[in-house]
């Protein structure tokens, strides 16, 4: 190997090492690129839930608009959940309580319940809305295939 292409290396290499320092782990590129996809798929979420109620509110009328609305907020909340899931299981971050984690999950199921029988909005509705967040995820997979970001 030459003088010159060992130079190269060497120098590239002292480049990048002093581009990581003082960055932590949470400033890397998958994370950024982790933070990015959340922050799209939140805002599809609520693009997808605002033209949701406003269609099933046209269609069906406003109770069956509300049902939708609900079930997508649960949904939107189940995301954010599995998001701090997803964040919790870093090699930064110390493990939470598993019987926290499954009384927050029983809590979503006892509020789905609570709204369908209690506000007697149509379970189809609230099952429509519970899609929202499926949605997003879907429509930003194929947005990835196409333009791959």
């Known amino acids: 190997m030459s003088r010159q292409a060992d130079y190269k290396i060497n120098k590239s290499a002292a480049d990048s090492k002093s581009a990581l320092q003082g960055r932590s782990v949470t400033d890397s590129p998958p994370a950024d690129s982790y933070r990015r996809t959340v922050r799209r798929t939140t ?11 406003i269609a099933a509110t046209i269609y069906k009328g406003w109770l069956f608009g509300a049902g939708f609305l609900l079930g997508a907020l649960l949904s939107g909340i189940s995301y954010w959940r599995w998001t701090k899931v997803v964040e919790g299981i870093s090699p930064s971050k110390t493990p939470g309580s598993r019987w926290r984690w499954v009384f927050r999950f029983l809590s979503l199921a006892v509020a789905a319940y609570v709204i369908v029988r209690f506000l007697e909005v149509t379970p189809a509705a609230v099952s429509l809305g519970l899609l929202v967040s499926a949605a997003s995820v879907i429509v930003l997979i194929i947005y990835e295939l196409f333009y791959g970001t």
């Open 43 to 53: 805002s599809l979420m609520a693009g997808i839930g605002a033209v949701g109620v």
